[in-house]
């Protein structure tokens, strides 16, 4: 008895490690937006996600968009534009990625102060090319 409780604890401890690992290693297709036609942004966007490109930030202009591959679950995200007065700001917001969702990050939101500029939408199976 013993035997056989000593390997259903192994293997649920394997089935545990190897569920945590799948989710933390997943990536996740993330879908910038710079404002959409007759919204006011800035005419350009420095973002940073996670740190990657710290030194030589990418950036997005406005009404354009652009795409960005993350792994694991807890992300950060920096903007750095100039306002319309022309004064540097920079904003950081934190967020959680969902499993087997793309996200969009709307950026005029994130400027305007707003709290839905996240959003998630369920990934599209690939489909065979025949």
Known sequence: MKRIL????????????SVLLFVTGKKH????????????????????????NAEKPKSIRANK????YVKGVNHKITL???DSENN??????KFKAKLS???TIDFAKIIDGSEDWL?????EPESEEE
């Open 6 to 17: 000593s390997w259903i604890v192994v293997v649920a401890i394997i089935i545990t490690i």
């Open 29 to 52: 297709k993330i879908v910038l937006l710079n404002g959409t036609e007759g919204v006011e942004v800035p005419a350009k966007v420095m973002y940073i996600v996670d740190g990657q």
């Open 65 to 68: 968009k652009g795409v960005v």
């Open 80 to 82: 750095k534009f100039k």
């Open 88 to 93: 540097d700001q920079e904003i950081t917001k």
């Open 101 to 103: 969702e793309d996200m």
């Open 119 to 123: 959003s998630f939408k369920e990934e």
